[in-house]
Nanobody
Framework: VQLQASGGGLVQAGGSLRLSCAAS????????MGWFRQTPGKEREFVGG???????YYADSVKGRFTISRDNPKKTVYLRMNSLKPEDTAAYYC??????????????????????WGQGTQVTVSS
């Protein structure tokens, strides 16, 4: 199983980026998907997630600026990031969890529930 994250790069504050995460999961539509980020020396942080049924959940720090969506036929989940801030600079990771592992929407933020992780894509926001 592979999760391939892409779309990172260097952007000025206030700009936008869209990250993609392509999954080789046979039954992608049955997986809840999450986005996390990490900066050097810090713990990995939940960004947001989308359930297999399309329910969305975001961290407060990105609510209103970031949008997650999924395209099941393409087996891809997206993270649209608007109004980027320097503090959004991080390596961004996507992750997948079989839908029965996530018991409620809040559980999307629990790293231990995810079975598969992508390799990360770097986002750098300059001030």
């Amino acid at each position: 199983v592979q999760l391939q994250a892409s779309g990172g790069g260097l952007v000025q504050a206030g700009g936008s980026l869209r990250l993609s995460c392509a999954a080789s999961l046979r039954t992608f539509s049955n997986y809840d998907m999450g986005w996390f980020r990490q900066t050097p020396g810090k713990e990995r942080e939940f960004v947001g997630g989308i359930t297999s049924e399309g329910e969305l959940y975001y961290a407060d720090s990105v609510k209103g600026r970031f949008t997650i969506s999924r395209d099941n036929p393409k087996k891809t989940v997206y993270l649209r990031m608007n109004s980027l801030k320097p503090e959004d600079t991080a390596a961004y990771y996507c992750a997948a969890a079989w839908w029965t592992r996530i018991k409620n929407i809040d559980s999307l933020r629990e790293e231990d529930e995810y079975e598969y992780w992508g390799q990360g894509t770097q986002v750098t926001v300059s001030s």
